[in-house]
């Protein structure tokens, strides 16, 4: 039987009139029905948010930390619920649950830390004053959340904000509402998280637009952590930019990897299957380009698909070995399998793979891609990935830099110097050498450039976007005025 999820506003639970259906992406059985927020509901919510402010920003920063240190524990004691959740709501393998459940507690640990840092700087004076730069809370933020990663995402856009004194607003994807964020509001309940810091709202796919707007643009909003896909993301940007609003939005990806003919086989091949399979290719940073220079390409396309063939597709929750999942919904399986059709269309071949069955897309290489097809252009989100050759670094940049997107990449080779070298190149936020482009850490600069975002989420680049910054003086010198004042 579905439970019944409510949303989270001033440490209660709140019920509505209407609900949605939040189904299992494998079987499309309903998971839960959840509350349907509607814009008087998110009003709400914010003007909570904002009441709670004064007394949360207030508190000795080590009470703060207290709190992330407490909800991290919480958090770590419901993994194996929250690995069923991630296989059951996101449809997510049950090793990438077991990777996201135990990454979510080192966000709290490190915001924690992040209150114990240094919040600003004395600077020196011409007049002798006591000159100083200082960073506050900045007052309520609200966090839009995706699907994919639901609960480390969500965690990493509002757990630094909140350390650093700010209040939050929550909105999951109505894909994921639980574990991108009723799952929080139940932790920040069990610890004891004073009403109103971390408030949750959830609405459908029908009132998204209306809810996503106010949280960007009410007044009492100060800043926006926004998570997504790059149109999405142009929007909020849009509107925050029009008030005047700090937002930090991390978007889409059309990420390389990069093989060169010194490369360790064994790593080159682990970096591309992981890189463009796990969670079936819907991650932000997956691995959509595979680069490989033309004195290995056979060796290496021999090995890739030898090694994507081996992966089992299936149902997450029937079969832990089941490592490939189903696509989140029908639009994603039709937006893959458009590509896939336009690239095959225009004289790709399809090396291994290439079956779609209901939401499940077998990991799929493709070699003779070209750039007029669009899986060269687009972000694909899907398991479906192209094999291209190169014969020199420069091309091989080229070919990296020819997206519109920048947000993560990844280089192998032996040669270190080389491989800095082609990472200086690149146009991307992040780049991994001797790794998949796939890499997060909570305390990292985390984010894109180009159409793949702006702004950086983690550590101490999160506090200082969610706080502002301020200058103080205290004059000791007795600056005179002009003699006519």
Sequence with gaps: MARKLDYYRGGEWVSTATRFADNNPATDEVWAEVADADLNAVRQAIQTAQEAFAAWSALPYSKRAHYMTAMAQEFANRQSDVVDALKAEAGGWFGKGMFESGYVPEVFHAAAATTYAPVGEVMPSEHHKLSIASRRPMGVVSVISPWNFPALLSSRGFAFPMAAGNTIVLKPSEETPYTGGLLFAEVAEAVGLPPGVLNVVTCSRDNVQA???????????????????????????????????????ELGGKDALIICEDADMERALGAANFGSFMHQGQICMSAEKILVQEGIFSEFLAGFVKRAGALKVGDPSADNSNVIGPLINDKQVATVQSQLQDAIAKGAKVEVGGNIDGRFVEPTILTRVTPEMTIYQNETFGPVVPVIPFQTDEQAVAIANDTEYGLSSGVVTRDEQRALAI???????????????VNDEPHIPFGGSKSSGVGRHGGRWSTETFTETRWITIDRGGRPYPPMF
């Design 211 to 249: 809810v996503g707007n106010e949280l960007v643009e009410n007044p009492l909003i100060k800043g926006i952590s926004f998570t997504g896909s790059t149109a999405v993301g142009r929007q909020i940007a849009a509107k925050a930019g029009a008030h005047l609003k700090k937002a930090c939005v």
């Design 423 to 437: 990472a200086s190149g690149l146009e991307t936020g992040m780049c991994h050498i001797n790794c998949s482009p």
